[in-house]
């Protein structure tokens, strides 16, 4: 009796635990286990590229459906019209920025240099570029079909916004439609955070066998992944955002760096955009005088689309996985990184494991080994806190510029010295 009420507390115990404590526990266990096993290791592969596959099997349903409907959520009135294309370009554009300043921090500092994993069954070598005038001519689909058949993800991104603005255009007639691919979208939700659960066990696994063939010094550079990665996201928030706020905005960027200490704390803490909304809107409104009209439709909107951060993560990410497999990438595939995670990054936000998801994607693009997922994974939720906190400045960073052109900024708040003051709203 004893031991079943023990059990029984063990499983509630293991139940309530966050998915990333699990993936972290997965990760440490397959290390130890791929040590002790060595190169036998090989046999608890399969368990990871299970998890692999699953992913694998999301991504073109996953992006195609959230892409329409984060199209269609804009409303079409008017001004609404007007404010959704400055944030929308404000989003994008950010999102370009973030995904080149990871990039360019991955090639200074290079924290895949030096890991031999060039031997490992996927990897892929340097491929002839096509040009730049090719790669922007195969972003259009010719058949729609062969590209989700096929999985070509910048294909089925443009498609999938031009079906949006379509549905969007057509009006009353769209409603069906629209109906259709938000319960596709939501399906696709939870279909993806019953993947999630296999996470622990399949990064178990891959860690095994990359632990048990490669040794435990090819995890040592994650630290380094680490430290880049949050000294891009501070650069991203405290240069280029603060950039903005001044050149663009004509505004203090002391005083927006003061108003996104709340958002940012809680984003920090809860790494969830969505969940960090009520805060966000707070903070915006509160703190740095937006309006209410513009707060609650350009903030919701960043929280769907806007992922500066993790497209940020992806550039540094990125590029470690490809400096880890020995392969080396050609300015084209730089260009399909950028385009990819910035297109993308529409389709992504509020989905569990959004970070590892649009890794997937840059990874499938240009062509990189999916076990590189593997040793991202265990760090994910360590890098998930600054990407979100990006995530969330940048939201509020396009709230105050969209606020100021449209002249519904209130100055004197903004310029307010009792910032930061009030209480942290909780998710």
């Known amino acids: 009796m004893a031991d079943e009420m023990t059990m029984q507390k063990e499983s509630n115990f293991l139940s309530r635990m966050p998915i990333w404590q699990k993936i972290l526990i997965g990760m440490i266990a397959g290390m130890v286990v791929g040590v002790v096993m060595g190169p036998q290791a090989e046999v608890l592969k399969p368990l990871g590229t299970l998890f692999i596959n699953c992913i694998k099997m999301l991504i073109v349903p996953l992006v195609f459906c959230s892409l329409v409907v984060g199209v269609t959520s804009m409303q079409d009135t008017k001004k609404m019209g007007r404010v959704g294309i400055k944030a929308l370009v404000l989003y994008l554009g950010t999102t370009a920025i973030a995904i080149s300043i990871g990039l360019g921090m991955a090639t ?78 939501e399906a696709m939700y939870k279909l993806t955070e019953l993947v999630m659960k296999l996470a622990p066990i399949g990064v178990f696994g891959l860690m095994a066998w990359v632990a048990g063939k490669y040794g435990i010094e090819i995890l040592m550079p994650l630290m380094k992944v680490i430290a880049v990665v949050y000294i891009g996201c501070i650069i991203q928030v405290v240069v280029f955002y603060s950039g903005l706020i001044k050149v663009v905005g004509r505004l203090s960027p002391v005083q927006y760096l003061k108003g996104l200490v709340n958002p940012a704390i809680v984003a920090f803490t809860t790494t969830s955009s969505s969940g960090t909304l009520p805060a966000t809107m707070r903070s915006a409104r509160e703190d740095l005088g937006v309006s209410k009209g ?134």
Do not use: H, W
């Open 294 to 427: 513009i707060s609650s439709f350009v903030l919701p909107l960043g929280a769907t689309i806007n992922m500066d951060g993790t497209a940020l993560y992806q550039g540094v990410c990125a590029l470690f996985i490809a400096q880890a497999f020995g392969v080396d990438l050609a300015f084209s595939d730089y260009l399909l990184i950028i385009m990819t995670s910035t297109l993308a990054s529409i389709g992504t936000a509020g989905v569990p494991g959004a970070g590892l998801i649009m890794l997937s994607l840059v990874l499938t693009t240009v062509g990189l080994p999916m076990e590189g997922l593997a040793i991202v994974a265990g760090i994910d939720r360590i890098l998930d806190m600054a990407r979100t906190s990006v995530n969330v400045c940048g939201d509020m960073m396009v709230s105050v510029l969209v606020a100021k052109s449209e002249k519904e900024l209130d100055e004197s708040v903004y310029n307010s010295e009792e910032k930061a003051t009030t209480e942290s709203v909780t998710a």
């Open 108 to 185: 200074i500092f290079k924290p895949g240099v030096g890991i031999d994993m060039v031997a490992a069954a996927t990897a892929t070598g340097a491929k002839e570029a096509p040009t730049l005038v090719q790669t922007l001519l195969n972003m259009i689909p010719n058949n729609p079909i062969q590209a989700l058949a096929a999985g070509n993800i910048l294909q089925i991104i443009v498609f999938a916004i031009g079906l949006g603005v379509s549905l969007n255009l057509v009006g009353e007639k769209s409603k069906p439609a629209v109906a259709l691919f938000e319960s596709l979208a």
